[in-house]
Structure formats: C-alpha cells, structure tokens
C-alpha cells in the first residue's frame, strides 16, 4: 500500500477562480446594499411611535453590513486555497447568520409598520 501524498498547489481552471471573485464580489454588493439601508432608515424613515426603533433597525443593518464585508475577504481567500490544494470547499456558516439576521430585522420591520 502506497502512502498518501499530499495535494500539490496548482493553478485551478481559470473559470472557477473567476466564479469565486464574483461570488467575493456579490458579497461585496450584499455589504454595500446593507449599508445603504442602514443609512436609508437613519434618515429617511418617518420615527415609529417607539422612539428606538428606527435606530435599531438601522444599526441592525449596519452590524450586518460590517459581518458581510468583514467575512467575505477571508471566504474568499479560503476557497481560492483550497480549489489550489484540491481539497473539498470550506462550509460557510455565514449565510445561516446572514440569512437568521435579515428574518430578524424584517419580522421587527414587518411588526413596527404594522402595529406601531
């Protein structure tokens, strides 16, 4: 029995280190369109009747903002290592935050516009 060698560094297929930049990049947007809603809310938004509201919402928006950014380099940089090594792709547990998150601040949305 032959002992395992491990993976060499070798250059991927250019067409998935493409598609991992525009992931990096869409996540990049998603970032940027988290933002322009925090602002948005800030400023835009009529106050609800709970004085708080509009700035929790907004800073709800702007803490994903800087998750999303914040996460999407080292992703990136992960999943470009591992198409060079050959190993399986890392999980990411972001979306599951990102996705509980924007559930969160829309049920909180929904409530505040209905009921105050």
């Avoid at 560094?9 to 322009?36: C, K, S, V």
């Avoid at 996460?71 to 992960?78: G, L, Y």
């Amino acid at each position: 029995m032959a002992a395992e060698r491990p993976p060499t560094d070798h250059e991927p297929d250019y067409r998935f280190t493409l598609a991992n930049e525009r992931t990096f990049l869409a996540w990049i947007r998603t970032a940027l369109g988290l933002l322009a809603a925090g602002v948005a809310v800030r400023q835009l938004v009529p106050p609800f009747e709970v004085p708080w509201a509009t700035t929790a919402l907004a800073v709800g928006c702007l803490a994903l903002a800087v998750l999303v950014a914040g996460t999407s380099f080292p992703r990136w940089r992960r999943v470009q290592a591992a198409m060079r090594s050959g190993a399986a792709l890392p999980r990411n547990r972001v979306l599951v935050v990102l996705t509980a998150a924007v559930l969160v601040l829309a049920g909180f949305a929904a409530v505040l516009v209905v009921f105050a």
